[in-house]
T-cell receptor, first 114, second 113 residues
Framework: NAGVTQTPKFQVLKTGQSMTLQCAQD?????MSWYRQDPGMGLRLIHY???????DQGEVPNGYNVSRSTTEDFPLRLLSAAPSQTSVYFC?????????????FGEGSRLTVL | QQQVKQSPQSLIVQKGGISIINCAYE??????FPWYQQFPGKGPALLIA?????SEKKEGRFTISFNKSAKQFSLHIMDSQPGDSATYFC????????????FGTGTRLTIIP
C-alpha cells in the first residue's frame, strides 16, 4: 500500500530558484494538506485542500502556492526559494467520510535553500 | 503565537518506566486533541486522540489524560519500551477532523535499557 507519496525526498536549491514538491495519495482521500517541520517549532500548516479545485491558506502560506486539479495530487510550489524555507515538508491526507480525524502523512521532503 | 505548549523538549526514561508528556492549550474553542508519534526519517502517525467530553482515554500502554478546566492534556506511556523511542507531538483543532491542526513543539523520548 503506497499511502501518501512525496517526491523528491531531498532537494538543494539556490536562493531565488523555484521548484515543486509533489504529493500523491492513493486512498481516495478528500482532504490534503502541507506542513513544514522546523526544529523547536513542531509542524505548521502551509496550505490545505478540502477537495479537487478547493484550496485554502494555513498558518504560514507566504512564499508557497498550491493547486488541486485531481483528488490524488496536491503539489506545493516554491515561487522564489529563500533560506528561511529550508525545512522538512510533509504532505498529509484524510478521508472525508467516515471522518476519523486521522491524518496520514508522507515520509517528508527535506529541502535546503542556500 | 504558540497556542499549544508542549513539555518537556526531551525525556529519557528507563525501560519499564512511565513516560509522561504534557501539553497546555490556550484556546477554549479547541475540541479535538490527538497525539502523533514520529520515528526518524518518517512522517508522523496518529497514536491516540481524545475529545473534551471524556477525561481519560486508554489504548494499550498509551493513555491520554485531559483536564478541561486547566486546559491541559498529557500522554502517559506505561511500561515504556525501547521501541517507544520517538518524537511525540500533541495537537489541537477547533473541530473534529478540522484541517487546521495546531501542533506542539514535540518531545524527543528515549527509552534506555
Amino acid at each position: 500500500n503506497a499511502g501518501v507519496t512525496q517526491t523528491p525526498k531531498f532537494q538543494v536549491l539556490k536562493t531565488g530558484q523555484s521548484m515543486t514538491l509533489q504529493c500523491a495519495q492513493d486512498m481516495n482521500h478528500e482532504y490534503m494538506s502541507w506542513y513544514r517541520q522546523d526544529p523547536g517549532m513542531g509542524l505548521r500548516l502551509i496550505h490545505y485542500s478540502v477537495g479537487a479545485g478547493i484550496t485554502d491558506q494555513g498558518e504560514v502560506p507566504n512564499g508557497y502556492n498550491v493547486s488541486r486539479s485531481t483528488t490524488e495530487d496536491f503539489p506545493l510550489r516554491l515561487l522564489s526559494a529563500a533560506p528561511s524555507q529550508t525545512s522538512v515538508y510533509f504532505c498529509a491526507s484524510r478521508r472525508g467520510s467516515p471522518n476519523t480525524g486521522e491524518l496520514f502523512f508522507g515520509e517528508g521532503s527535506r529541502l535546503t535553500v542556500l | 503565537q504558540q497556542q499549544v505548549k508542549q513539555s518537556p523538549q526531551s525525556l529519557i526514561v528507563q525501560k519499564g518506566g512511565i513516560s509522561i508528556i504534557n501539553c497546555a492549550y490556550e484556546n477554549t474553542a479547541f475540541d479535538y486533541f490527538p497525539w502523533y508519534q514520529q520515528f526518524p526519517g518518517k512522517g508522523p502517525a496518529l497514536l491516540i486522540a481524545i475529545r473534551p467530553d471524556v477525561s481519560e482515554k486508554k489504548e494499550g500502554r498509551f493513555t491520554i489524560s485531559f483536564n478541561k478546566s486547566a486546559k491541559q492534556f498529557s500522554l502517559h506511556i506505561m511500561d515504556s519500551q525501547p521501541g517507544d523511542s520517538a518524537t511525540y507531538f500533541c495537537a489541537a483543532s477547533y473541530s473534529f477532523g478540522n484541517e487546521k491542526l495546531t501542533f506542539g513543539t514535540g518531545t524527543r523520548l528515549t527509552i534506555i535499557p
